[in-house]
């Protein structure tokens, strides 16, 4: 089975940079990806991260390390369209995901 | 094509009712899967298709619940004598197998059963 670990809440101000952390425990992993999902709304994707390393994708960067079952995802530059819940989700070797509780940002002015 | 199409958007039954959610997939998608996501916590996997077969159905998932994928297009999720605790939101999403860029979601089926 898949357990993910991120932390429930994080709060920050606008401009501020953010990271949420993810551990996993897994019995079979083939990347890390990162969904977000706003109040009411869909989860969309962000990112993913196969191989160890450092993915950049304009004011979102994500990372992985395999090694020691890890991985975040940094927020920059935030703005307050960025509240929302983040999830971490870890792809098995079916393509399948299974996801963490999620993150809750809030940006304040 | 307009993205994951789900309906309806949501869903008032009363207990031991049985009701019907529909999914329309991007087109060109041969994976479909089901997730269930109540307040607070990430979507929980269901099941899933490739084309039309089901590949995989959670252990967690009651036998009153049943999915379909006729023809490997649309897909049906049924559940059967609904309880309290089935209230959810109930999230379909698409994707190409090997497709790193992962799944896409539609906007839910909220089912409030009563």
């Known amino acids: 089975g898949q357990s993910l670990e991120q932390p429930s809440e994080v709060t920050a101000v606008e401009g501020a940079i953010v990271q949420i952390n993810c551990t996993y425990q897994t019995s079979g992993f083939y990347g890390l990806s990162w969904y977000q999902q706003h109040d009411g709304g869909a989860p969309t994707f962000l990112s993913y991260n196969g191989l160890d390393g450092l993915e950049e994708t304009g004011r979102f960067s994500s990372f992985l390390s395999r090694s020691d079952s890890y991985g975040y995802l940094l927020l920059q530059e935030l703005q307050m369209k960025d509240s929302a819940s983040y999830f971490c989700?870890?792809?098995?070797?079916?393509?399948?995901?299974?996801f963490g509780a999620g993150t809750t940002v809030t940006v304040r002015a | 094509d307009t993205g994951v199409s789900q309906d309806p958007r949501h869903k008032i039954t009363k207990r031991g009712q049985n009701v019907t959610f529909r999914c329309d997939p991007i087109s060109e998608h041969n994976r479909l899967y089901w997730y269930r996501q109540t307040l607070g916590q990430g979507p929980e996997f269901l099941t899933y298709f490739q084309n039309e077969a089901q590949l995989e159905k959670s252990r967690l998932l009651s036998n009153r619940f049943s999915a379909e994928r006729p023809k490997g297009s649309f897909s049906t999720l049924e559940i059967q004598r609904t309880e309290q605790g089935d209230s959810a939101m109930y999230l379909c999403a698409s994707s190409l197998v090997e497709d790193n860029y992962g799944y896409t979601f539609g906007s839910g089926t909220r089912l409030t059963v009563v």
């Open positions: 989700a870890v792809r098995d070797n079916d393509y399948k995901l299974s």
